[in-house]
């Protein structure tokens, strides 16, 4: 018996660690984030997509805009292909926070080439709203979260994702389509 026991702990223990060795967070129960920032394009609503479609935001500050690019590459790629482009939309979000007193229209200008390169709007972080819970953002990083369709972060990643974690990241972005 204590053997039988003994099994099944590791089995639990192994189910626990998930295929990475790392303990995996159940889902906790979420409140709808919110967040309403200038963008390059106007102002911006998170809340105004609630409902409608999946949010995938890439908050990043200047030394890290490129950290993630063949991310965004695929990602612009896979939603073309799957015909997704009207259930989510990707925003990039510019840490402005520590900015200084720098004007905001020479910002701007600084940002509109990624505006242009990416085509989605670019939402200015002036206050550093996406540090703060339930974002919780990293500064000096590049950092990627998706928010379904009711208004819930689902996935959140600081860092430049590698190959098993962009895995993990289309399976949080399926899970808000079902």
């Excluded at 003994?6 to 979420?30: D, I, M, T």
């Excluded at 709808?32 to 409608?52: I, Q």
């Excluded at 959140?156 to 399976?171: I, M, N, P, Q, S």
């Amino acid at each position: 018996m204590p053997a039988r026991l003994a099994s099944l702990l590791l089995v639990v223990v192994a189910c626990a660690l998930g295929p990475r060795g790392r303990a995996q967070e159940p889902p906790a129960a979420c409140a709808p984030v919110e967040a309403s920032l200038p963008s390059m394009e106007g102002h911006r609503t998170l809340s105004g997509e609630r409902g409608r479609r999946a949010i995938v935001l890439f908050y990043e500050d200047r030394d890290h805009v490129y950290d993630n690019d063949a991310l965004k590459i695929e990602l612009a790629r896979y939603l073309v292909d799957n015909h997704l482009e009207g259930r989510v939309v990707t925003y990039g979000v510019a840490n402005l926070a520590d900015a200084g007193p720098v004007p905001e229209i020479f910002v701007r200008e600084l940002i509109r080439p990624a505006l242009e390169r990416w085509g989605s709007d670019i939402l200015l972080d002036w206050e550093g709203l996406m540090r703060r819970p339930p974002f919780s953002f990293a500064t000096a990083a590049a950092n990627v979260g998706v928010i379904d369709r009711s208004g819930c972060l689902v996935y959140r990643h600081t860092g430049v994702l590698d190959e098993a974690e962009r895995r993990v990241f289309y399976r949080a972005l399926r899970q808000t389509l079902r």
